[in-house]
């Protein structure tokens, strides 16, 4: 009986350790600029003004779409190193093939800026969000 209970859990364990949980799918971030939270994967980006900007809105403006992208940019850096069923990196998926690259940028269409903030030289601060089950779905991981 505890050799089959001893049998049962190794293969448990082989089991768990060959697929990974939508739990464990999520890397932990390099420099806690991407996170999770919840039903949501978390971005944050900086952005600078335009110094040829006229006014505060524009600087305002040229800073918040400077943070937008740097946030989407860390997201997809972040989305690259997350690992599928064959043992690679969607990275290193997305280098080698067209619809890996297609997928990983889908990824991060449902972007969405739930905070903005701007510092008195108007260099903004957004938080981004986009929803775990999209990114699943784009990059096909529910598989």
Known sequence: ?????????????????????ARDRWPASKD?????????????????????????????????????LDGRARLLTYLKRIMI???VSVGERATEDEGWRKRLESAAIGLEVAETKWDEEDTAAVV????????????????
Do not use: H, N, Y
């Not at 986009?130 to 529910?142: F, K, N």
């Open 85 to 87: 069923a064959d043992g």
């Open 128 to 143: 981004l969000r986009v929803e775990t089950a999209s990114v699943e779905r784009a990059l096909e991981l529910d598989r």
């Open 1 to 21: 009986m505890a050799l089959r209970l001893l049998l049962a859990s190794v293969l448990l364990a082989a089991a768990c350790a060959t697929e990974p949980s």
């Open 32 to 68: 806690e600029t991407v996170w999770r939270a919840g039903e949501f994967l978390i971005a944050s980006g900086v952005g600078k003004p335009d110094p040829r900007a006229a006014g505060q809105t524009q600087r305002r403006s040229t800073s918040r779409d400077a943070a937008i």
